[in-house]
């Protein structure tokens, strides 16, 4: 199976690169999508994205797995088709605010915020940015962390992983997301991560 990785906002493709030497060990092709947040505006990036997919695509079926910021990117490559290409078989959030994250409305005035995360950053505080997102249209698998911890962080007792409660990561109120306890940044990494994503994988391929 071909799967495209996308990394989340104020990162790299290099946060994306161990998850990807541990799918292709089972023989799975992988690509990587970067982007400066910083810099590119949302649509850009997203046009930049539906290229990616067109040209992924003319090589058989395939997956995204988006981490944060990277699955938004893909719901709006997939419900602006500006560029005629096959949609991915499955789409894999890992961490991604499916409704405003309330860290992003926190510290979304700061200057340092928007200096490290562009356009890109004040979209995810905006209401109207979410309400606007096309809804999914193919299958998809919600990954949740839950190592933020309870506390007098913004969360309160709310299972998070310190960046995104379990749920702002609801697409619908009816999906029940995979819990690990796994930290927003890093939780790519995490070897229960990876399992739910071979999982994933396994089922498309049968």
């Known amino acids: 199976m071909q799967v ?8 790299t493709p290099l946060s994306m690169l161990r998850l990807g030497r541990k799918l292709r060990r089972p023989g799975h092709t992988v690509h990587l999508l970067g982007y400066v947040a910083a810099l590119e505006p949302f649509a850009r990036i997203v046009r930049r994205m539906q290229a990616r997919f067109a040209r992924i695509a003319a090589g058989g079926p395939y997956v995204v797995v988006g981490h944060s910021l990277g699955g938004l990117l893909t719901r709006a490559a997939l419900g602006r088709r500006s560029v005629s290409f096959t949609g991915p078989a499955h789409l894999i959030m890992l961490g ?4 405003p994250p309330r860290q992003a409305r926190r510290y979304g005035r ?8 562009g356009e890109c950053g004040q979209l995810l505080g905006q209401e109207d940015f979410f309400a606007r997102l096309p809804p999914l249209s193919i ?24 960046v995104v409660a379990v749920s702002e990561t609801l697409v619908a109120p009816s999906d029940t997301p995979i ?5 927003h940044t890093f ?7 990876l399992a739910a994503i071979l999982q994933v994988l396994q089922r498309i391929e049968r």
């Open 179 to 183: 819990t690990v306890p796994a930290r």
């Open 4 to 11: 495209l990785l996308v990394h989340g906002m104020g990162r």
């Open 96 to 99: 991604t605010p499916n409704r």
């Open 187 to 193: 939780m790519m990494n995490d070897s229960r991560v």
């Open 139 to 162: 299958p998809y698998t919600i990954v949740a962390g839950t190592r933020g911890g309870p506390g007098r962080s913004a969360f309160g007792n709310e299972p998070n992983d310190g």
């Open 110 to 117: 700061l200057m340092a915020y928007r200096w490290i995360n």
